[in-house]
């Protein structure tokens, strides 16, 4: 007898799920059911306007309780820290996006690789709060120390712009003649840019040729 009505109940449960699938909450899209949670609450996989997808509690949704994923409702609560038309604001927003954007061009070189943002730093007046003691000036730049490690206090640091991109894993060492530089130094020392000597050495260019100055917008 308890067993009947142990399926009667579970009958009546799956009756009252609605599906929430196509539905619109805040920045939330819902796109599909997912496995519900170890308490048997429903869940949802849904996607957030900034393109990022997380599953959700089914009540999370109807309540209110979640808008959207993590970062962007935090920044939707730090609209009061007074800081969206100053620069830090926007190195704190470039940060998030491309770790957490799969739609942002950059995506792939951060959080395509796992580099992510800790926790406290998706509260826009903390990350402020630390910048401002730990140096940061409006001609510098965040830089991770560990090239392969997260965005948090004791990874991250700023420097000047020129310094981060030595630092970056897209930079190499290059041999012209008797000399081994970085990518980078050569092309301060010869005025040509990064991108057009990294193009010329992956054509295989003869090393008399790689610092020819560049004598027209359509030549390399």
């Not at 009667?8 to 496995?35: C, N, P, S």
Request: glycine content about 10%; proline content about 2%; charged content about 25%.
């Amino acid at each position: 007898m308890n067993q009947e009505m142990g399926k009667a109940q579970e009958g009546m449960i799956a009756r009252k799920l609605i599906d929430l699938t196509g539905q619109r909450f805040g920045k939330w899209l819902v796109l599909r059911r997912a496995a519900n949670n170890k308490t048997d609450h429903p869940r949802w996989r849904c996607r957030c306007d900034c393109g990022r997808e997380v599953i959700v509690i089914g009540a999370s949704l109807r309540n209110g309780k979640s808008k959207g994923c993590h970062s962007c409702q935090a920044k939707g609560k730090n609209v009061k820290h007074g800081r969206t038309g100053f620069r830090l604001y926007h190195v704190w927003q470039t940060m998030i996006q491309r770790c957490e954007n799969p739609n942002n061009q950059e995506y792939k070189n951060y959080g395509g690789r796992g580099i992510s943002i800790c926790f406290e730093w998706h509260d826009a007046a903390t990350f402020f709060k630390w910048a401002m003691a730990n140096g940061y000036g409006e001609d510098l730049t965040i830089d991770r120390i560990n090239n392969d490690g997260n965005y948090e206090p004791n990874n991250c640091r700023f420097i000047i712009e020129a310094a981060q991109h030595r630092n970056t894993r897209r930079n190499r060492l290059v041999r012209i003649g008797n000399e081994t530089k970085l990518l980078i130094e050569w092309a301060e020392i010869s005025g040509i840019s990064s991108d057009v000597l990294s193009y010329r050495i992956g054509a295989g260019w003869p090393e008399s040729k790689l610092l020819k100055p560049v004598e027209g917008a359509g030549n390399v």
